[in-house]
């Protein structure tokens, strides 16, 4: 091999590397973004640091798991979300986008997460059954109670965007 040609070669390792470590470390990283007061973007350190809930929900294959982790609703409370009493009028047009690193997007109405409207806790999940979420599944998981469809359990979540529709 020419010296070019091994210079060239080890230019393209050397890019793939950091190609993987930059979209790994964006899979690591939760953002929280959008209509909200104070955006977070949160280390694993930062997520498994927060008061976590347990919930138990039906999988895709009916049985029952537990999962741990952190509601949707505290999230974009820390973050500064309107919520409770601040969600009304306008407010009551808000939604949260949840986004995967495979580019897979769900919706949920800001309203469906509030408990002050809903009854279930939609969780972000970083363990099932005391385990942590498996490659491909993890670091964090939607976790919808209650569904009769698991489509909105996006798994690998990256960000929560919240907008408004109008
Ligand atoms: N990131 C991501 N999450 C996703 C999907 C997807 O394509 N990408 N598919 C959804 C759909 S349509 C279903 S039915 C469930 C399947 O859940 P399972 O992987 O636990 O079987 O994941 C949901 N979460
Ligand atoms: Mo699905």
Do not use: C
Not at 46 to 57: G, N
């Amino acid at each position: 091999m020419t010296g070019l040609l091994l210079r060239n070669r080890l230019l393209l390792i050397a890019v793939a590397l950091l190609l993987t470590t930059v979209s790994s470390a964006q899979t690591l990283t939760l953002i929280v973004l959008g209509e909200v007061t104070k955006p977070l973007a949160l280390q694993p350190v930062d997520f498994k640091a927060m008061l976590h809930t347990e919930i138990t929900a039906a999988d895709r294959d009916g049985k029952e798991h537990r999962y741990a982790g952190v509601p949707l609703i505290t999230l974009l409370n820390q973050a500064g979300a309107s919520m409770g009493a601040a969600l009304k009028g306008k407010n009551l047009t808000k939604y949260v986008v949840v986004k995967a690193a495979d580019g897979y997007e769900v919706v949920f109405a800001l309203a469906e997460l509030d408990p002050d409207f809903s009854t279930r806790t939609i969780l972000l999940a970083d363990s099932v059954d005391g385990a942590p979420l498996a490659d491909g599944v993890g670091p964090y998981r939607v976790v919808v109670p209650g569904e009769k469809k698991p489509a909105r359990w996006i798994r690998q979540v990256t960000a929560i965007e919240v907008k408004l529709a109008k």
